[in-house]
């Protein structure tokens, strides 16, 4: 509150406002005086670019698309890890990712039958398909799935573009990696030289994984193991082993022409080990191996587990360990 009173007549300013004036009119100055340069660089200011949206079908792909991308994009995975994908029927949440996504990964050779109406559905003109497994030739099969004689099998689900499993491979995991990195520069080339950094150490630890399985398995070449998915003819193949699947999708039990197969597979070949899917406790596959004398391991498909990019790494050592074991 100002109080009013009489001032001495001595001809000195109040001493409260002549600071006030002067601070009002620095202020003021100060606002107009802004230089026109100035007032066009605030103007300018524009907020941060909006991250490309990518879009991945199921977990090895995810891990491979966010090794290359690290936060330079946002990227999704439709297929929830642990789901079966090769039966996967599509939700509509996934309409609605592809739909608002610039970009889509996806491993290819047919194994995401789900994607074509669920990519029709969405309607988005702009979005990019990449296909991590161009340029790869795919194997029908590395062994006959073993069958008895009379085949009852639901054959629905047969990958009649080749089998799909190339991301079990760490060779053509690397392809898978490239593939996806190229897509990614093409379809955000502000963000080139991350992505081609992020690809480039994810591919040198695939080289390093390359070469323990080729130390570790070369010790025992031509090793026979069955196994109930037919996921691993790559791997087999890479490393001088051989598969043979009793089934070609993973089942949690057993049919009697399973467990069929699996004999007639072990007296026809020399057979060293059955291997199982992880998490799945069947105690029919338990039994048959202790009958047909051999060791039950487990392998693991990579369809399941972490979403950090690097557990790709931690699975397919685990793999290793197994099969050396298994092979001995």
């Known amino acids: 509150m100002v109080r009013n009173h009489i001032e001495p007549k001595t001809g000195r300013k109040r001493n409260g406002i002549l600071p006030l004036i002067a601070l009002l ?43 290359v991308a690290g936060d330079a994009a946002e990227v999704e995975i439709l ?4 789901t079966e994908v090769h039966e996967y029927q599509a939700k509509p949440e996934n309409v609605r990712a592809i739909a608002t996504a610039n970009v889509l990964v996806k491993n290819g050779l047919g194994l995401e039958e789900f994607l074509e109406e669920t990519v029709k559905n969405a309607q988005n003109p702009k979005l990019t ?13 590395i062994s006959p799935i073993v069958s008895t004689a009379k085949e009852e099998k639901d054959h629905d689900h047969e990958h009649t ?15 898978q990696v490239t593939n996806i990195r190229d897509g990614l520069i093409a379809a955000d080339p502000q963000n080139k030289a991350i992505y081609e950094a992020n690809a480039t150490a994810y591919i040198q630890k695939l080289d390093s994984l390359n ?40 089942e949690d039990q057993l049919s009697p022409s399973d467990v069929q197969n699996a004999v007639n597979a072990v007296k026809k070949y020399k057979v060293k080990a059955l291997f199982s899917e992880p998490g799945i406790d069947n105690k029919l596959l338990k039994s048959l191996s202790q009958d047909l004398k051999l060791n039950l391991q487990t392998l693991d498909s990579l369809e399941n587990g972490e979403t950090d990019p690097q557990h790709y790494f931690q699975a397919m050592k685990a793999n290793l360990q197994n099969l050396a074991t298994a092979c001995k």
Request: hydrophobic fraction near 40%; aromatic fraction near 10%; glycine fraction near 4%.
């Open 211 to 250: 070469s323990e399985f080729q130390q570790t398995l070369q010790k025992n070449p031509n090793c026979t193991f069955v196994t109930f998915h037919d996921a691993f003819p790559y791997l087999a193949q890479r490393y001088n082993l051989k598969q043979l699947a009793v089934v070609e999708i993973p």
């Open 161 to 175: 573009e080749g089998n799909p499993h190339v991301w079990l491979d760490p060779v053509l995991a690397k392809q």
């Open 25 to 67: 009119m620095l202020s003021i100055a100060s606002g107009c005086n802004q230089s026109p340069a100035n007032q066009q660089a605030a103007s300018n200011v524009s907020p941060p670019a909006k991250k490309t949206k990518v879009v991945t079908t199921f977990l090895p792909i995810y891990w491979f698309t966010k090794a």
């Open 129 to 141: 398909e990449i296909d991590a497994s161009k340029g790869i030739k795919p194997l029908a099969e």
């Open 79 to 82: 297929v929830p890890p642990g």
